[in-house]
């Protein structure tokens, strides 16, 4: 018998089967889905690499065959179902195989690590029988065959767990008599357990969460259409996954529910682990590996029904999966930075038709593309306009022209009705969230007399300044200097701090109010397993009045005490150069306002803006929500931009700025050779160069998506390797919203 072996070494020249032969040892072991250690190459290297199929016989010269060395797990750490997938992510994200199944087995698992620790337990030894006939009838030794008997009726338990319950004394005297055995065991180590922090009421659902729910078990057997919950913040979808979950679980099926990272926090967890108890398992990558594994595995084993966790959680080992449940579905942490590159929405799509799964997403403000496919009747749409809990109402949303603000001698970064609103809160005794889509102290840092700008010397951006430590920081490569006293370029002493980050609304929010309690979170604050949970329990408790943060506040929890978000720059994501700016724009406006007035008390938001007549400010402030994608979709159409038009973007990376141009320039040339194609570029990226990488980009839109995904994959295969010969990486990423009919896995 021969195995069809997949290597774990990714490298573009062996992105192949390769045939072993399976020693007879072995026979009963190597199936799909094992890891296996093989020689590979000259000298006796062994490699690490997966089994993606078995045959009896090999095309290879028998000479040339080689034997798997060994076996290291006794579980397939992929199914077949898992390895189709991979097969199609292999295609739709032009990654290689091997690194697709990497992404889909449980991380960590690569590490020598020991996932199972020993336990003590105790069974019910030889003369457990005789023991409980000896101390039944005997008035103080009676105890005795109590517990002989309990562990009779247990079969096996914890020794731990018995000595709560009974002396030493006791248990000591039943195993010197034989009546108990105690015995190693090997458990999983511990499971991520969660703090819960706030209770959760007994729900009912509302006439429009019965209809949502009512409609989805109508189709119980046609869930082949995704279908999309467009419910406003505070609506309740979690309440309706909660539903959905427990009739799936009524079928004996199991079910993914994916958060984006930073929405994972005890509070939006607590509420599944409360409903599902042991059945629901957390994952999340502030977990260590054996975590992570362990949850992994109670999924394989089928202890577990259900796993709330971010992207990664979408590969969890269910034999029988009912529902993906993909909450906040616009999320871009959705979408993979690393090779491959895939996204978790469509990926979950893919997973769904070949399990017969059904795919539930849910969001305040879909992504565009979502909202077109429901457009198009690709998925259901269904929408929740409700606040769930009684009397509290949509906040009042206010926009300030910060232009006035200057024209009225205000250089303050508070409006001036912001500053009011923000100091009779305080009087009021209310919470108050500021929000910066920015880090740090200041956007840039340049001298006033010359005007440089002070850069990193290894990307095409300006550094960041941070007031506490008084250091210059890169944000892409982390590349940190110290403040100059002088300016570089021509000496002078004057050098000024433009922009505005977190650590400057914080230091203004101290000056201008020196006896509120400030609390600030971005990348910089949170840190380690809890730091990010710490900072919200404390807001939560009432230990801070101003939680000043990024997008990082803007997920959702619910403080019930907030009743003023102000956002200090809502234009700050339009200008990233990129086509789905408003998107983003319109999107985290509408998210951070949904913070305010979460319960009884009324909220306000006010929106700061240099530019007040921007359609996609607009329409977050008015909540003007089908207006939005209207227009939207409408601009999108008439750009040809995606999702209406397939289009791909070629990232063309090297080290050697003449190398990269030339080769961006020979793949641009090789795409105008298709027809129809309309090929953009090469153009330098919006920031051209990262961690000393010089980056171009060639963005290819057409038609026909056929035509389109077979160039790029073309073109890529043709021209990967002599690139990465001298350096430079290209990299594609197609867009299309047929992309479940363009990428077929070969089945
Ligand atoms: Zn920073
Ligand atoms: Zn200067
Ligand atoms: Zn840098």
Same mark, same amino acid.
């Given at each position: 018998m021969y195995a069809q072996v997949i290597l774990s070494i990714s490298h573009t020249d062996i992105d192949r089967v390769f045939d072993y032969a399976i020693p007879e040892e072995l026979l009963s072991r190597v199936k799909i889905g094992m890891r296996v250690r093989v020689p590979f190459g000259k000298g006796k290297s062994i490699t690490e690499g997966y089994v993606v199929g078995v045959k009896d016989?090999?095309?290879?010269p028998l000479e040339k065959i080689k034997n798997?060395?060994?076996?290291?797990?006794?579980?397939?750490?992929?199914?077949e179902t898992m390895l189709k997938l991979a097969m199609w992510m292999q295609e739709r994200y032009f990654a290689t195989l091997s690194k697709c199944l990497q992404t889909i087995?449980?991380?960590?698992?690569?590490?020598?690590?020991?996932y199972y620790k020993t336990v003590k337990y105790v069974r019910t030894g030889d003369n457990a029988l005789e023991c409980i006939l000896k101390y039944e009838?005997?008035?103080?030794?009676s105890k005795r065959s109590d517990v002989i008997n309990l562990v009779l009726a247990r079969g096996e338990l914890p020794l731990a767990e018995l000595k709560k319950i009974n002396s030493e004394y006791t248990i000591s005297v039943l195993r010197d008599e034989k009546a108990l055995d105690v015995f190693d065991k090997k458990v999983l180590a511990d499971t991520y357990t969660c703090s819960i922090i706030e209770e959760t009421k007994p729900f009912e659902p509302n006439a429009e969460q019965k209809n949502i729910l009512e409609e989805w078990k109508n189709e119980i057997n046609d869930r082949s259409r995704p279908l999309l919950i467009?419910?406003?913040?505070?609506?309740?979808k979690t309440e309706v996954y909660i539903r959905m979950i427990e009739q799936i679980i009524a079928e004996g099926k199991q079910a993914i529910v994916l958060v984006p990272e930073i929405s994972l926090t005890p509070m939006m967890t607590g509420r599944f682990i409360k409903r599902f108890g042991n059945k629901a398992a957390v994952t999340h990558s502030r977990m260590n590996y054996r975590e992570r594994f362990n949850c992994w595995k109670r999924a394989q084993d089928g202890d577990i029904s259900v796993v709330i966790g971010p992207?990664?959680?979408?590969?969890?080992?269910?034999?029988?999966?009912g529902v993906v449940i993909i909450d906040?579905?616009?999320?871009?942490?959705?979408?993979?930075?690393?090779?491959? $590159?895939?996204?978790a929405v469509e990926t979950a799509e893919k997973l769904c038709i070949l399990t017969g799964a059904s795919l539930v997403m849910g969001t305040a403000t879909p992504s565009v593309r979502t909202y077109y496919r429901c457009t198009l009747g690709d998925v259901r749409y269904t929408r929740l306009e409700k606040?769930?809990?009684?009397?509290s109402s949509k906040p009042e949303i206010e926009m300030v022209d910060m232009r006035d603000e200057l024209r009225n001698g205000n250089r303050s970064i508070f409006s001036r009705k912001l500053y009011t609103a923000l100091a009779s809160n305080l009087q009021n005794k209310k919470q108050t969230m500021l929000f910066i889509n920015?880090?740090?102290?200041?956007t840039f840092v340049s001298c006033r007399?010359?005007?440089?700008v002070m850069k990193c010397s290894h990307c095409d951006v300006s550094y960041k300044y941070h007031a506490s430590n008084g250091k210059l920081i890169c944000h892409y490569c982390g590349e940190t200097v110290d403040k100059p006293d002088?300016?570089? $370029?021509?000496?002078?002493?004057?050098i000024r701090y433009f922009g505005t980050g977190t650590q400057k609304v914080e230091e203004e929010v101290r000056k201008c109010f020196p006896n509120a309690r400030v609390l600030r979170m971005d990348m910089d604050t949170v840190s380690g397993k809890n730091g990010y949970a710490d900072i919200l329990n404390r807001f939560a408790t009432g230990d801070a009045d101003i939680l000043v943060g990024t997008?990082?506040?803007?997920?959702?929890?619910?403080?019930?005490?907030?009743?003023l978000v102000g956002i200090?720059? $809502?234009?700050?994501?339009?200008?990233?150069?990129?086509?789905n700016a408003a998107e983003r724009t319109f999107q985290l406006i509408t998210q951070v306002a949904g913070? $305010?007035?979460?319960?009884e008390a009324e909220g306000k938001v006010i929106v700061q803006t240099?530019?007040?007549?921007?359609p996609a400010i607009i329409a977050a402030v008015k909540g003007d929500v089908d207006g939005f994608y209207r227009r939207e979709i409408a601009f999108r159409k008439s750009m040809d931009y995606p999702p209406c038009e397939a289009c791909a973007y070629i990232e063309i990376t090297g080290i050697d700025e003449k190398n990269a141009i030339e080769c961006a320039e020979s793949a641009g040339y090789e795409f105008k050779?298709?027809?129809?194609m309309n090929v953009l570029g090469p153009v330098a990226e919006y920031?051209?160069?990262i961690k000393d990488e010089y980056r171009y980009k060639i963005i290819l839109r057409s038609k026909n998506d056929c035509i389109l995904m077979e160039a790029v994959k073309e073109v890529y295969e043709k021209y990967r390797h002599d690139f990465e010969n001298c350096g430079v990486y290209i990299n594609p990423k197609a867009e299309s919203v047929n992309m479940m009919q363009l990428v077929e896995s070969d089945e």
């Open positions: 016989s090999t095309d290879v798997i060395a060994y076996v290291p797990d006794g579980f397939p750490v992929f199914s087995i449980p991380s960590g698992i690569k590490d020598k690590t020991d009838n005997d008035k103080r030794r467009h419910g406003i913040t505070g609506s309740g992207r990664s959680a979408l590969f969890m080992p269910f034999d029988n999966l906040e579905e616009h999320e871009k942490s959705y979408v993979s930075e690393t090779s491959p $590159a895939y996204d606040r769930a809990v009684e009397g920015r880090r740090g102290y200041s007399s010359c005007g440089y002088v300016c570089p $370029a021509c000496g002078s002493k004057y997008q990082m506040i803007a997920k959702g929890h619910d403080f019930k005490n907030v009743t200090m720059a $809502a234009d700050i994501s339009l200008n990233t150069g990129e086509y913070r $305010a007035g979460r319960a240099y530019e007040p007549d921007n050779k298709y027809e129809g920031i051209s160069k």
